[in-house]
């Protein structure tokens, strides 16, 4: 009954999503070398302009195609993904990737996602404590504040976007073994604050609308990600509705109330601009030393 | 120049064939959801093919026209009137300035659509005039309409004629219980045979969380197979490794309420999906309303290319006919 197809050396799923995708995923679990080469996949999967090869979607460990299925069968383009994957083979050293590190104030355990989270208990797999505490005890922290202070300590990569428009999913640039993990909401709530910073499964997010929402809401970004009048200059100037592109770097940076006031004074001013440095990313590079690469990259950022 | 909204109805929105293209940064593809109903509707009044219409939900919306134009009402089974007079549905109809198109009670469906001559003239926003209300970008102003709302027409009508009408054989029932394919795959190796085979025997009910964003349904539980997560997924057995989320996918967060992602839906997550409903079958679905009941009818991929050609050859047929 179901479309599965195994290619025949790896353990890679090709799958259709009705009549117009293909969904790969490359691997079930999350890891920095699976998401490196999804993306060389989807990089050469781009450069060879296939017909019928309406949009690609790259993603954590998987990535989808929107195919035209009266131009191309998307059998057909199942196997021409396959031939794909076996010519790119495993990571490449020498593969590096243009991207940015931005700098990007978070506000950790503050009123307005505390005064949402409260609301939906009911959904949430411990109703007596808060999404923090129960992030925390469930990843072996001893207190709240250790937990808080891990997730600010390191840069994340962003490995997919979408939900709506501009959400960048960010996967913590640390090995496997301090990386945090939450599941979701038992059941999506009907209700996120604008800018919520958000922790599912091992990915962050910065929800750029209000709306509904699955995950532990950890804390508030002052800063939009999404203008869709496009009214900041950082939005003006590249004349995009979001901000993040896939691969960027972001750095999260712990601030207080005052400067998170002082950002959104910026922002009702329309004077907000991110701070971002352009660099080259070598995944080889960081996986062979993830915090000394870290050290530099944040050392380009900050000066 | 103008349709001039009097009454706006429960949710009317501007509407055309969808924003495509940008669906790796976020933006779901908006667009008619019943896009047969939709095109039809272009066809009647000789628009070309992606003029931009009108949708509304359950309740029609009260629109003056400010100029002799022809319009068309197609989707739903609902009373339709010019001036207190009522018109046939599925046919072009001559309206003259000043005119007033209103509707009674929905007979049967969900969503009416209204397609004027020349199309509605809203901004095009990232490459299409759908409103995506959820983020308030295109449309009008990015909304549903309001009372006094002053839409503009289009001039680039291809053939404007009253009197063209949809051979009555061709217009789309509206049965008690609406069958939909599915071709089921994804994660549905998450769910055991057991809640698989009851998915698709089961008729769900519609429940009143259903919109563009997508349709929650209630009918039956579903039961996870057990497993140790793989890491990044979280813990929860409806969650897996974040990923994209075909239009028309099926997930089932807790294993209770089946949601089937629609034109407005979010572009991926972290919930199992069972499979993703044939893509012209979405507009099935967008006439059903809440307490309706719902079938999803398995077929593998050649199957569902078979439902969507099928779908598409009637479709080209009645343009021709229209022609």
């Known amino acids: ?303 | 120049m103008s349709v001039i909204v009097k009454d706006p109805g429960l949710e009317t929105t501007v509407q055309d064939t969808g924003r495509l293209g940008y669906y790796s940064i976020g933006f779901p593809p908006s667009g008619a959801l019943d896009s047969f109903a939709y095109h039809v509707g272009n066809a009647l009044v000789g628009n070309e093919p992606g003029a931009a219409a009108l949708e509304a939900v359950y309740l029609g919306p009260t629109l003056e026209f400010t100029q002799d134009t022809v319009i068309a009402v197609t989707g739903a089974e609902i009373p339709a009137f010019i001036d207190g007079e009522e018109i046939p549905i599925w046919e072009s109809v001559a309206v003259s300035s000043g005119s007033v198109l209103s509707f009674g009670q929905l007979r049967a469906g969900a969503r009416p659509y209204v397609a004027v001559a020349g199309g509605i003239d809203v901004p095009l926003y990232y490459g299409s005039r759908s409103t995506y209300t959820l983020v308030g970008i295109g449309g009008f102003e990015g909304r549903a309409l309001r009372a006094g709302d002053e839409l503009a027409i289009g001039s680039e009508a291809r053939d404007p004629r009253a009197g063209r009408r949809v051979d009555p054989g061709d217009v789309p029932e509206h049965p008690a219980t609406a069958e939909v394919h599915l071709l089921v795959g994804l994660h549905s190796y998450r769910l055991t045979p057991e809640s698989l085979e009851r998915f698709t025997g089961t008729d769900w009910k519609v429940t009143p969380d259903a919109n563009r964003v997508g349709y929650r349904f209630r009918g039956a539980e579903l039961e996870f197979v057990p497993r140790e997560q793989p890491f990044g997924a979280g813990s929860d057995p409806a969650n897996v490794t974040d990923c994209g989320y075909p239009v028309g996918s099926v997930q089932v967060p807790g294993g209770v309420e089946p949601i089937v992602l629609l034109q407005d839906a979010v572009t991926g997550g972290g919930y199992a999906t069972l499979g993703t409903v044939v893509s012209v079958d979405r507009a099935k679905l967008a006439q059903t309303k809440t307490g309706d009941k719902v079938r999803f009818v398995p077929v593998d991929l050649d199957g569902a290319l078979a439902v969507r050609q099928e779908r598409l050859a009637a479709l080209d047929r009645i343009r021709s006919a229209l022609a």
């Open chain 1, 1 to 303: 009954m179901t479309a599965t197809e195994e290619s025949e050396d790896t353990e890679t799923r090709y799958d259709f999503g009705g009549d117009e995708f293909v969904y790969v995923e490359l691997s079930a679990a999350m890891s920095l070398p699976v998401h490196f080469r999804s993306l060389a996949i989807t990089r050469r999967l781009g450069e060879e302009a296939i017909a019928g090869v309406e949009e690609i979607c790259p993603s954590n460990a998987s990535y989808m195609v929107r195919v035209d299925p009266d131009r191309l069968h998307p059998r057909d383009l199942v196997r021409e993904l396959q031939r794909i994957e076996s010519e790119v083979g495993d990571l490449s050293d020498d593969l590096t990737v243009a991207t940015r590190i931005v700098d990007v104030p978070i506000m950790l355990n503050d009123p307005w996602t505390h005064e949402v989270l409260m609301k939906f208990r009911d959904r949430h797999q411990d109703p007596t404590g808060t999404d923090l505490d129960y992030g925390a005890r469930i990843n072996g922290y001893d207190s709240t504040e250790a937990f808080i202070d891990a997730l600010a300590a390191s840069p994340y990569l962003v490995t997919m976007m979408g939900f709506v428009p501009g959400l960048p999913w960010c996967f913590q640039l640390v090995p496997r073994e301090r990386q945090v993990e939450v599941p979701k909401y038992v059941r999506p709530r009907t209700e996120t604050p604008e800018r919520a910073f958000g922790f599912g499964g091992a990915f962050a997010v910065i929800y750029p609308v209000k709306g509904a929402g699955g995950y532990q809401l950890f804390g508030s970004a002052p800063a939009p990600i999404f203008d869709g009048e496009q009214r900041l200059p950082d939005f003006a100037e590249n004349d995009s509705v979001v901000f993040f592109k896939h691969g960027d770097v972001i750095n999260y940076r712990r601030v207080d109330r005052d400067e998170y006031d002082d950002v959104r004074a910026q922002v009702d001013a329309g004077t907000w601009r991110y701070s971002y440095r352009e660099l080259e990313f070598s995944p080889s590079r960081f996986l062979a030393d993830p915090d000394g690469t870290n050290a530099s990259m944040k050392e380009v950022l900050y000066g």
